[in-house]
């Protein structure tokens, strides 16, 4: 009857945990930033627009894509430790800011795009 508690009792405390940690082994969901990942695609889509209207030369465009990577890699490193402060939102922002002005800069320059030659029959 002791065997049967003591193994029950170890059974017990065994399942406990191995629960307790494969809850500490799952991942936490990382910080929401809706701001930024909307800000994100709101200036994806200036730079999309820029290149279909010829506003933007390959080189700007590749220049600005390059910009939003670096901003997108200092979103997730500000994530990477499950929380995101006060002082890496402002960066984040200031970030998104210069971008904006960059995009806006090299869409209104006097710089486009070569038009696309047309073949002449």
Same mark, same amino acid.
């Given at each position: 009857m002791k065997n049967l508690r003591i193994t029950a009792a170890a059974t017990l405390l =065994? +399942? +406990? /945990? =191995?629960?307790t940690? /494969?809850?500490? @082994?799952e991942p936490a @969901? *990382? *910080? /929401?930033?809706p701001r930024v990942d909307a800000r994100q695609a709101i200036q994806d889509q200036r730079i !999309?627009?820029? !290149?279909q209207k010829g506003t933007l030369t390959r080189r700007e465009q590749r220049r +600005?894509?390059? !910009?939003?990577?670096? %901003?997108?890699?200092?979103e997730a490193h500000a994530k990477a430790d499950g929380t995101v402060t006060a002082q890496e939102r402002k960066r984040l922002h200031? +970030?998104?800011?210069?971008? =904006?002005?960059? %995009?806006r800069?090299?869409?209104?320059?006097?710089?486009? @795009?070569k038009p696309a030659a047309t073949p002449t029959p």
């Open positions: =065994s +399942l +406990l /945990a =191995s629960a940690w /494969a809850q500490a @082994a @969901a *990382p *910080p /929401a930033t !999309e627009a820029g !290149e +600005l894509e390059m !910009e939003q990577k670096g %901003i997108a890699r200092a200031h +970030l998104q800011n210069k971008a =904006s002005r960059d %995009i800069h090299q869409k209104h320059d006097a710089q486009n @795009a």
